[in-house]
C-alpha cells in the first residue's frame, strides 16, 4: 500500500471533489421543488442537448465497461470487440423507437417503461412485470459498477470491503438529496478525466511498447501459444455468429434497461434526442480504443492481481504512467463507477414507486408520498447492489450481469414494439414473456464453461449443438429466448383473438407519438401542483 | 409553436439510411482480415473503428434532413 501513496491521495481527493458537486447539485439549474418524482427522477425532464449527452454516455458506458472490455480483449482477443459494433449499431436502431417514446411519454406522463406498457396494452399485469424485469435486471448492474471500483482499489493495494461501502454510502448520500441532477453534473467530469486518460494511454503507451504493430503482433503470438480454441486477433469460423448476435441483441437490450430510459426521458425536445443518437457514438470511438488496452497489457506482459482479470486495466496504468497520474486514471474509473450507478438505483426506483407501490399499495400517493418512497427504494437497491458485492463472488455478479441483458430483452415486444404496433393482445405478451424467459435461463443454464469447470450459467454464448445442430458454431442466448417470445407472444395474440379474449384499453392515440415541446399537450412538471408549466 | 393536431409523421424516405449502420457492422466477412493492415491496426479493427464513422454520418443526415426546426 505504501509504494501507492501518491495514487491513492490523487485518487481520494478527486473522489472527494466530485461527491461534493453531487451535494451541490441539488441547487444546479434551480429547480422549485425536489419533492416530487418528476423534479427528483426526472431532472425536471428539461436537459438540453448537451447534458442529455453526458448523461446517456455516463450512463451506457459505464466503469465496468472500462475494466472489462478490456480484460475481455486480453483473455480471449477479437471476441471482447463486439463491444464496437455493439455500441455503432445500437443509435440507428432505436434512433426512431425512443422519439417515439418520449413524445407518447411526455403526453402521459410516463417515468417508466412500465407506465406505458399499462397504458398502452390496458394491463397491470403486464406492467407489473415489466417493472419486476427492470429492477431484477439492473441490481447485478449496478452491483458491476462497484466491480469496477473494486479493481481499482485492489491495485492500489487496498483490500477490505470498507472502502467499497464508504464509496456507496456517499454516493446513495448525494442520489438521495439531489436525484438526477446528481449524476448529470458529475457526468461532465467522469467524461473529462476519462477523454484525458485514454488519449494519453493511447498515445502514450504505444509508443512506449514500441508501436501498434508490435502490439498486435504479441497478441497474436499470445492467442497461438494458448491451447484454448476461440481466442485470437481475428474471429473463427465457430464464433462469428455469436460476435454478432450478441453484438445485435446486447444493443436491443440496451435502450430497454430503466436506466437509457431515464436518460432519454429526461431531454427537453425530440431534436435533442435525434441530435444525441448521432453524436452519442464518439463514445463508442472512446470504447474501441479503450478495447485495445487489453492487448497493450499482453505487449507489457501485465498480469493480473490473482486470477481477477478486472485488474489488467489498472495494472498497466500502474506499469506505465507516473504514480500521480494512475491516480487520475482510477479516479476516472472511480467516478466512471459513481454516475451509472445513481441513474440505475434511480431508474429501478421510479419502477418500483410508480408501478409497484402506487399500482398495489398506495393508490392515493401523493406526489411528495411517490418521491419519498423514490428516494428510499434508491437507497434500498444501492444496499442490495453493495449485498452483491459483499456476499456473491466477482464472478458471480459478472454472470448474474450477462442473465440480466438475456431478461430485459424479454420486455422488446411490450415496450418497442409497442410502440409501434397495438396487434399484440395482451394474453399473447404475457405467455411470450413466461416462454422467453424460461427459454432464456434454460439455455444459460446449459452454458458451461470447460477452462473454468462451471458447468452453468458461464456465458452467455450458447453452442448449438445442444440443439441437436451438427456445427460447433456458438450464438447469444438473449437472442434465442427473444425469438421465443416473439413467437408465443404471436401465437397468443391470435389464439386470444380467436376466443374472443378481453383485451385491455389503449389510452394512447397515434398522433400523440408524434408530439413535440411546444405543444400544449405536452406536459414538463405535471407532478408537482403549482409549478408553472414550461413551454 | 407546433400545432396539437397536427398530422406529422416520422415517416420519411431519409430513415432508411439507418439500415446501413445497422447491417454493416453485422457482416463479418467484411472485417474478418488482418491484412490490409492500416497504421499497425488489422483490417478487423480499423474497419471497425471506421464504421463508427459511418454510424455518425447515416444518423446526423437523417436528423438533419427529419429535423423539425422551431
Same mark, same amino acid.
Given at each position: 500500500m505504501e509504494q501507492h501513496l501518491t495514487e491513492i491521495i490523487v485518487f481520494t481527493v478527486l473522489f472527494l471533489v466530485v461527491s461534493g458537486m453531487g451535494f451541490v447539485a441539488a441547487r444546479w439549474r434551480r429547480p422549485q421543488d425536489l419533492a416530487s418524482l418528476d423534479e427528483w427522477g426526472l431532472g425536471g425532464r428539461s436537459f438540453g442537448s448537451w447534458i442529455t449527452w453526458f448523461l446517456v454516455g455516463g450512463d451506457l458506458y459505464t466503469a465496468y465497461t472500462f475494466v472489462a472490455v478490456p480484460a475481455l480483449l486480453w483473455s480471449a482477443g477479437a471476441m471482447g470487440f463486439f463491444a464496437v459494433p455493439y455500441t455503432i449499431v445500437i443509435y440507428p436502431l432505436v434512433f426512431l423507437v425512443l422519439i417515439r417514446l418520449w413524445s407518447v411519454s411526455h403526453i402521459h406522463g410516463f417515468v417508466t417503461p412500465a407506465d406505458f406498457v399499462r397504458a398502452r396494452f390496458g394491463s397491470p399485469t403486464l406492467a407489473l412485470l415489466i417493472a419486476i424485469t427492470g429492477i431484477v435486471a439492473t441490481m447485478p448492474y449496478?452491483?458491476?459498477?462497484?466491480?469496477?471500483?473494486?479493481?481499482?482499489?485492489?491495485?492500489?493495494?487496498?483490500?477490505?470491503?470498507?472502502?467499497?461501502?464508504?464509496?456507496?454510502?456517499?454516493?446513495?448520500?448525494?442520489?438521495?438529496?439531489?436525484?438526477?441532477?446528481?449524476?448529470?453534473?458529475?457526468?461532465?467530469? !467522469?467524461?473529462?478525466?476519462?477523454?484525458?486518460?485514454?488519449?494519453?494511454?493511447?498515445?502514450?503507451?504505444?509508443? !512506449?511498447?514500441?508501436?501498434?504493430?508490435?502490439?498486435?503482433?504479441?497478441?497474436?503470438?499470445?492467442?497461438?501459444?494458448?491451447?484454448?480454441?476461440?481466442?485470437?486477433?481475428?474471429?473463427?469460423?465457430?464464433?462469428?455468429?455469436?460476435?454478432?448476435?450478441?453484438?445485435?441483441?446486447?444493443?436491443?437490450?440496451?435502450?430497454?434497461?430503466?436506466?437509457?430510459?431515464?436518460?432519454?426521458?429526461?431531454?427537453?425536445?425530440?431534436?435533442?434526442? !435525434?441530435?444525441?443518437?448521432?453524436?452519442?457514438?464518439?463514445?463508442?470511438?472512446?470504447?474501441?480504443?479503450?478495447?485495445?488496452?487489453?492487448?497493450?497489457?499482453?505487449?507489457?506482459?501485465?498480469?493480473?492481481?490473482?486470477?481477477?482479470?478486472?485488474?489488467?486495466?489498472?495494472?498497466?496504468?500502474?506499469?506505465?504512467?507516473?504514480?500521480?497520474?494512475?491516480?487520475?486514471?482510477?479516479?476516472?474509473?472511480?467516478?466512471?463507477?459513481?454516475?451509472?450507478?445513481?441513474?440505475?438505483?434511480?431508474?429501478?426506483?421510479?419502477?418500483?414507486?410508480?408501478?409497484?407501490?402506487?399500482?398495489?399499495?398506495?393508490?392515493?400517493?401523493?406526489?411528495?408520498?411517490?418521491?419519498k418512497v423514490s428516494k428510499i427504494t434508491s437507497l434500498l437497491v444501492k444496499v442490495g447492489a453493495v449485498a452483491c458485492i459483499l456476499f456473491l463472488d466477482t464472478g458471480f455478479s459478472i454472470d448474474l450481469q450477462l442473465i440480466g441483458g438475456v431478461i430485459i430483452l424479454q420486455t422488446l415486444p411490450s415496450v418497442a414494439l409497442g410502440l409501434y404496433t397495438r396487434w399484440f393482445h395482451r394474453g399473447g405478451l404475457i405467455a411470450g414473456w413466461v416462454a422467453g424467459m424460461s427459454a432464456g435461463m434454460l439455455l444459460l443454464y446449459n452454458v458451461g464453461n470447460p477452462a473454468t469447470g462451471k458447468l452453468h450459467f458461464a456465458g452467455s454464448a450458447f453452442p448449438l449443438e445442444k440443439l441437436g445442430l451438427d456445427t460447433k458454431m456458438t450464438i447469444y442466448a438473449g437472442v434465442l429466448a427473444l425469438a421465443v417470445n416473439l413467437i408465443v407472444a404471436a401465437v397468443g395474440t391470435v389464439v386470444a383473438r380467436a376466443v374472443n379474449a378481453a383485451d385491455g384499453e389503449d389510452t394512447t392515440h397515434p398522433d400523440h407519438y408524434f408530439a413535440d415541446e411546444g405543444d400544449p399537450r405536452v406536459k414538463d412538471l405535471d407532478f408537482s401542483p403549482g409549478a408553472p408549466k414550461a413551454h | 409553436m407546433t400545432t396539437p393536431n397536427g398530422d406529422r409523421s416520422d415517416r420519411s424516405p431519409w430513415n432508411w439510411l439507418l439500415i446501413v449502420p445497422i447491417v454493416l457492422p453485422l457482416l463479418p466477412f467484411l472485417f474478418n482480415h488482418d491484412e490490409p493492415r492500416l497504421f499497425g491496426f488489422p483490417m478487423f479493427y480499423w474497419l471497425q473503428l471506421a464504421f463508427i464513422a459511418v454510424g455518425v454520418t447515416c444518423t446526423t443526415i437523417v436528423y438533419r434532413m427529419t429535423k423539425r426546426g422551431r
Open positions: 449496478i452491483a458491476l459498477q462497484l466491480v469496477g471500483i473494486e479493481a481499482v482499489l485492489k491495485s492500489m493495494g487496498v483490500t477490505g470491503h470498507l472502502p467499497i461501502i464508504i464509496a456507496f454510502a456517499i454516493l446513495a448520500a448525494y442520489t438521495y438529496q439531489s436525484g438526477l441532477r446528481a449524476p448529470a453534473l458529475i457526468a461532465f467530469v !467522469k467524461d473529462t478525466l476519462i477523454y484525458i486518460v485514454i488519449l494519453v494511454a493511447i498515445v502514450v503507451i504505444p509508443v !512506449k511498447l514500441g508501436g501498434w504493430d508490435l502490439i498486435f503482433d504479441k497478441a497474436q503470438e499470445k492467442f497461438a501459444a494458448s491451447p484454448a480454441p476461440g481466442d485470437g486477433i481475428l474471429l473463427n469460423a465457430n464464433n462469428q455468429l455469436q460476435y454478432i448476435t450478441l453484438a445485435f441483441g446486447s444493443a436491443l437490450a440496451l435502450f430497454l434497461y430503466p436506466h437509457s430510459i431515464t436518460g432519454v426521458l429526461a431531454s427537453r425536445n425530440r431534436d435533442v434526442i !435525434k441530435r444525441n443518437m448521432s453524436a452519442l457514438p464518439a463514445y463508442s470511438l472512446l470504447l474501441g480504443l479503450i478495447a485495445l488496452l487489453g492487448y497493450m497489457a499482453i505487449a507489457a506482459g501485465t498480469t493480473p492481481i490473482g486470477k481477477d482479470n478486472n485488474t489488467i486495466v489498472p495494472r498497466l496504468f500502474d506499469q506505465m504512467f507516473p504514480d500521480w497520474f494512475t491516480g487520475v486514471a482510477y479516479a476516472a474509473v472511480g467516478i466512471g463507477a459513481l454516475v451509472p450507478a445513481a441513474i440505475m438505483s434511480i431508474a429501478a426506483a421510479n419502477l418500483f414507486t410508480r408501478n409497484i407501490y402506487k399500482e398495489y399499495i398506495k393508490p392515493d400517493a401523493t406526489n411528495a408520498d411517490e418521491a | -
